[in-house]
């Protein structure tokens, strides 16, 4: 599944939200989607030097919901990840051209829980410190969207040394690398 968000003032978005509204952009979605996936296979060419057999990129549902954002629901993952990489390839268009110039796929994020973190020596709504976590740890811009304490600080003792940190990445792959490695915050 993939959460796209759009403006509704852009004169390109779908705003015919009715059955028929969305039965016309999902078949408009699958059939430039086709044209994508054949368009691919013409021009990549495997070890062998052969056209390999197009990608099956298909979405089989498709919800609007009233805050400017679609639910697209895809037959496989595969299909997810393709439509997820021509969104963003500016050959094609495929947002702009369904959904408006400001349209834009919702990362899903990964949450993480670390726990015993210097409660007085980090702050989770502080840009600096975020930015710390990113650069100790070897991660690049955008990999961490949001850190929060788990137990608001009102609710936690006077003399509590150290709390529970919960972390929104913005990939597996950055989740994944976090939970591997050794994090370092702030102590």
């Known amino acids: ?25 999902h078949t408009e979605l699958n059939r430039n989607l086709k044209d994508i996936n054949t368009t691919e296979a013409a021009i990549t060419l495997t070890q062998d030097g052969i056209h390999p057999q197009p990608t099956s990129t298909y979405m089989k549902g498709l919800s609007a919901f009233k805050n400017n954002m679609y639910l697209l629901k895809f037959n496989t993952d595969l299909s997810a990840t393709c439509f997820c990489t021509y969104a963003i390839d500016e050959t094609y268009d495929l947002l702009t051209n369904h959904f408006g110039m400001n349209a834009r796929v919702k990362a899903k994020p990964h949450y993480l829980i670390v726990r015993f973190i210097p409660y007085e020596a980090f702050n989770p709504e502080d ?38 940190l919960k972390i929104t990445c913005s990939t597996t792959a950055n989740a994944n690398y976090l939970l591997q490695g050794s994090v370092f915050i702030a102590g």
């Open 1 to 25: 599944m993939v959460l796209l968000k759009f403006n509704p003032d852009d004169r390109v978005a779908p705003l015919d939200c009715t059955l028929i509204g969305l039965t016309k952009l």
């Open 127 to 164: 840009r600096n410190d975020i930015m710390a976590i990113k650069h100790d740890n070897g991660l690049t811009k955008g990999s961490i969207l949001l850190t929060s304490w788990l137990k608001h600080p009102d609710h936690c003792s006077p003399n509590q040394l150290l709390a529970t």
